[in-house]
């Protein structure tokens, strides 16, 4: 009997002993300085973590509309239109414009995950070390500038498709044929898809900017080993 108790506690303590160990060598890895292939594999996760759950946030109904830091504007380049027009009392066709230009991009971001995701895949390793102990938005902003250009040519068709999709394009030209039927006015007819798309792009970027910091100043969204491990490092 009594030999049997001490195989158990025997058996016991070392089971004990084995999760501790594991758990430290566990630790440790995690802790351990990450590799070249680790730190571009991890900041390529939090990129695409962060533009999923940017455009996600930004797709939903009111994404744009109801978030003050990314909703779009009437044109400021023809601020005098909307001062107009309200003046005019056409409040309600200028609030369903602005309603409908934030509904286009709402609609288009949907489209953009694949996109962002496409060129995080062709991040080099140098970059990723250099984005690593940058700044809390550095990894956005080297995605901003080196995908906008093509982002924002495969972007404009959507937003241009979704702009008739929501109406907005009839709103906007009603508008402006209003504006410039105004008595002593200087004529406007600024083009519409180019704000559009720029406005909708730089929101993404916002929103995917927030993500990123997030990752860099919690540890709590940092939900996997290789993200712990990456940005421990910072």
Do not use: C, H
């Amino acid at each position: 009997m009594k030999y049997t108790v001490f195989v158990m506690t025997l058996f016991l303590s070392t089971a004990a002993f084995a999760q501790i160990d594991l758990k430290k060598i566990k630790n440790k890895v995690i802790g351990s300085k990450p590799s070249t292939e680790e730190v571009a594999s991890g900041l390529k996760e939090a990129l695409t973590k962060g533009t999923a759950k940017g455009t996600d946030e930004v797709s939903k109904t009111d994404g744009y509309f109801k978030n003050p830091e990314i909703k779009i504007p009437f044109p400021p380049e023809v601020q005098q239109v909307e001062t107009t027009l309200r003046k005019m009392g056409m409040n309600k066709q200028v609030d369903e414009f602005v309603l409908s230009l934030n509904r286009a991009a709402e609609d288009a971001a949907k489209e953009a995950k694949p996109i962002f995701i496409d060129a995080i895949k062709k991040m080099t390793i140098q970059d990723a070390w250099s984005i690593l102990k940058g700044e809390d938005d550095a990894a956005t902003k080297y995605l901003d500038k080196t995908t906008s250009p093509q982002l924002k040519e495969k972007f404009k068709p959507i937003i241009k498709a979704s702009l008739d999709k929501v109406n907005a394009t009839k709103y906007y030209k009603d508008l402006i044929t209003a504006y410039n039927k105004v008595p002593l006015v200087k004529k406007v007819n600024p083009e519409l898809d180019t704000y559009a798309t720029d406005k909708a792009t730089d929101g993404l970027f916002v929103m995917i900017a927030k993500e990123e910091k997030n990752i860099r100043q919690n540890p709590g969204a940092r939900t996997t080993d290789l993200l712990k491990k990456v940005f421990s490092q910072k």
